[in-house]
T-cell receptor
Framework: GVTQSPTHLIKTRGQQVTLRCSSQ?????VSWYQQALGQGPQFIFQ???????GRGNFPPRFSGLQFPNDSSELNVNALELDDSALYLC??????????FGPGTRLLVL | GNSVTQMEGPVTLSEEAFLTINCTYT??????LFWYVQYPGEGLQLLLK?????DKGSNKGFEATYRKETTSFHLEKGSVQVSDSAVYFC???????????????FGQGTTLQVKP
């Protein structure tokens, strides 16, 4: 399945963070979502063949990378208090049906 | 824009009761529709999907039918168990003009509590 690391993270405002994801075997696209407490996930962006292939309403300080083995990183610069959330990675073989990892819970103080 | 609306929760039921969680959507084109389930402290698990009108998705006793005429995708289960207690999310795929971006639009989630 999809794995993510770390499981929990605490940062302070203004810092930078990198979250990691390993896609399910055979999946060639990866998407990232932000889920605030008590809300549905919000789409950040998707990567396909190492290129960004769609982006939600998130500022440029949210960026990503996809590696040749289809693993991925989400980087967030200049952290703000509102960035505190559960970050979910999802991989897909057809570009549409998303299979989610367990998430990384980020707390920004 | 495209959107998903779910019934407010929490929904509290006794074990073996019938479950319905309402989901309606607004979309241009013909999106695929999904139900995901999230257990406490975990990520989302795909429960079922339907890709075109009148399709019925089913899994683990849960069912939902893609109703284009009423723009609905209600989740049903004939007999719930305590282990079904979780948050349920309805979602639709949101393709752009040049193909699928993999973007899912989620509802706000409905919490289900099943009591023994």
């Amino acid at each position: 399945g999809v794995t993510q690391s770390p499981t929990h993270l605490i940062k302070t405002r203004g810092q930078q963070v990198t979250l990691r994801c390993s896609s399910q075997s055979g999946h060639n696209t990866v998407s990232w979502y932000q889920q605030a407490l008590g809300q549905g996930p919000q789409f950040i962006f998707q990567y396909y063949r190492k290129e960004e292939n769609g982006r939600g309403n998130f500022p440029p300080r949210f960026s990503g990378l996809q590696f040749p083995n289809d693993s991925s990183e989400l980087n967030v610069n200049a952290l703000e208090l509102d960035d505190s959330a559960l970050y979910l990675c999802a991989s897909s073989f057809d570009g549409e049906t998303q299979y989610f990892g367990p998430g990384t819970r980020l707390l920004v103080l | 824009g495209n959107s998903v609306t779910q019934m407010e929760g929490p929904v509290t039921l006794s074990e073996e009761a019938f479950l319905t969680i309402n989901c309606t959507y607004t979309a241009t084109g013909y999106p695929s529709l999904f139900w995901y389930v999230q257990y406490p402290g975990e990520g989302l698990q795909l429960l079922l999907k339907a890709t075109k009108a009148d399709d019925k998705g089913s899994n683990k006793g849960f069912e939902a039918t893609y109703r284009k005429e009423t723009t609905s995708f209600h989740l049903e289960k004939g007999s719930v168990q305590v282990s079904d207690s979780a948050v349920y999310f309805c979602a639709l795929s949101d393709p752009n003009g040049s193909g699928n971006t993999g973007k899912l639009i989620f509802g706000q989630g409905t919490t289900l509590q099943v009591k023994p």
